[in-house]
């Protein structure tokens, strides 16, 4: 039950928290941040007499690192090679393929501002044979 309640709970910390991470190297520390205050959580969960609580700082370890992979919309690192070999997440790998479109789109995001568009080019040349 904790387990289950930390790590829906974490999954929601996830997705406020990369909201404020533009670039990959942002994302990147995020997830270390969140991996070290996790490892001091569950220090001091195993310091109090209960130490069930360890499972649900687990929990929250857990959901945070995933709310932070969806919320974050771009398959990075380790998460790339997973979508790869299992075929999931597709749109977040075409979206890796152009970083500085999915940089640009998450600043969008963060600042309020409205996405950039994408700008369909035709060569000129092809017009003027016509």
Not at 115 to 123: F, N, Q
Request: charged share 30%; aromatic share 6%.
């Amino acid at each position: 039950m904790f387990l289950l309640f930390g790590t829906v709970t974490g999954v929601g910390v996830g997705e406020r928290l990369v909201k404020r991470c533009v670039t990959k190297r942002e994302y990147v520390v995020a997830n270390v941040i969140t991996l070290l205050v996790g490892a001091v959580a569950c220090a001091i969960a195993m310091l109090t007499p209960f130490p069930v609580l360890v499972v649900l700082v687990i929990g929250l370890i857990g959901g945070t690192v995933a709310g932070m992979k969806m919320g974050f919309g771009e398959s990075v690192g380790p998460w790339k090679a997973h979508d790869r070999y299992f075929r999931v997440n597709k749109d977040q790998l075409r979206r890796s393929e152009n970083s500085e479109r999915a940089e640009a789109v998450r600043r969008a995001r963060r600042d309020g501002t409205p996405e950039p568009e994408l700008i369909s080019v035709v060569d000129d040349k092809d017009d003027k044979k016509k």
